[in-house]
C-alpha cells in the first residue's frame, strides 16, 4: 500500500522556517518524481515544488521560489521542503504527492503551517 | 502560466442523476510526447485529494467507471453518472504539462 506521511508543520513567525518531510512507503521512491502542493484555508489547489526521481531536476511556484528549496533523500525514502521567509500568506495544509506521469495518484494526509505573529 | 478556469463553481445534483463539470484552459498544453496532461481530482470535506482521472479520459486504479473525461484542445469535461452521496466535495482539474502546474479553482458538488 503506498503511504506518504508529512511532517514539520507547525506554528511560525513572519519571516520564520520551517522544514517539512514526507516519507514514502509501498512504491519505489527512489524512481518517482514528487511534488509539494499546498491549500490555504478553505482555498483551492497551488503546486508549489517539483522534484524528478534522481533530484536533478527542481522546479518551483514563482510565489515560493528563492525561499523554498526541495530536495529528497531516496536512502531515506524521504521527501524534504525547506521554507525560508515565511510570510503569512504561506500559511496552509502542505501536502506532498507522488508524480505518475502527468498526474498526482498519491498524496499525504497534509502537515498544517500556519504563520501568524 | 497556463490558467485552468472552472464552471460551475457549485453544483446541486439529486442522487442517480448526472454532473457535468467544465474545464477550460488558457491555451493548448500538449507535452512533447503527445500526451495531454488533463487530470481530475476529488477532495472530500476533511480529506487530502484524490485522483480520479488522468490524461483526459483514463481512470485511475480503483475509480468506478461511472466517473468519465472528455475534451480536447482547452475545453474538457468531467462527468458522474449515477451520483452518489458519496461523491459530495470539491473536484479539481489540474494540467500537468508544463511547469507551474496549475489547478482550477474547484467546483463544490453537493446532494440534493
Known amino acids: 500500500e503506498v503511504q506518504l506521511l508529512e511532517s514539520g508543520g507547525g506554528l511560525v513567525q513572519p519571516g520564520g522556517s520551517l522544514r517539512l518531510s514526507c516519507a514514502g512507503s509501498?512504491?519505489?521512491?527512489?524512481?518517482?518524481?514528487m511534488s509539494w502542493v499546498r491549500q490555504a484555508p478553505g482555498k483551492g489547489l497551488e503546486w508549489v515544488s517539483a522534484?524528478?526521481?534522481?533530484?536533478?531536476?527542481?522546479e518551483y511556484a514563482d510565489s515560493v521560489r528563492g525561499r523554498f528549496t526541495i530536495s529528497r533523500d531516496n536512502a531515506q525514502n524521504t521527501l524534504y521542503l525547506q521554507m525560508n521567509s515565511l510570510r503569512v500568506e504561506d500559511t496552509g495544509f502542505y501536502y506532498c504527492?507522488?508524480?505518475?506521469?502527468?498526474?498526482?495518484?498519491?498524496w499525504g494526509q497534509g502537515t498544517l503551517v500556519t504563520v501568524s505573529s | 502560466e497556463i490558467v485552468m478556469t472552472q464552471t460551475p463553481l457549485s453544483l446541486t445534483v439529486t442522487l442517480g442523476q448526472s454532473a457535468s463539470i467544465s474545464c477550460r484552459s488558457s491555451?493548448?498544453?500538449?507535452?512533447?510526447?503527445?500526451?495531454?496532461?488533463l487530470s481530475w481530482l476529488h477532495q472530500r470535506p476533511g480529506q487530502p485529494p484524490r485522483l480520479l482521472l488522468h490524461?483526459?479520459?483514463d481512470r485511475f486504479s480503483g475509480v468506478p467507471d461511472r466517473f468519465s473525461g472528455s475534451g480536447a484542445g482547452t475545453d474538457f469535461t468531467l462527468t458522474i453518472s449515477r451520483v452518489e452521496a458519496e461523491d459530495v466535495g470539491v473536484y479539481y482539474c489540474m494540467q500537468g504539462t508544463h511547469f507551474p502546474h496549475t489547478f482550477g479553482g474547484g467546483t463544490k458538488v453537493e446532494i440534493k
Open positions: 491555451q493548448n498544453f500538449v507535452h512533447s510526447d503527445g500526451s495531454i496532461y
Open positions: 504527492a507522488k508524480r505518475y506521469g502527468g498526474a498526482k495518484d498519491y
Open positions: 522534484i524528478s526521481a534522481d533530484s536533478r531536476g527542481r
Open positions: 509501498g512504491f519505489a521512491f527512489d524512481f518517482s518524481a
Open positions: 490524461k483526459i479520459s
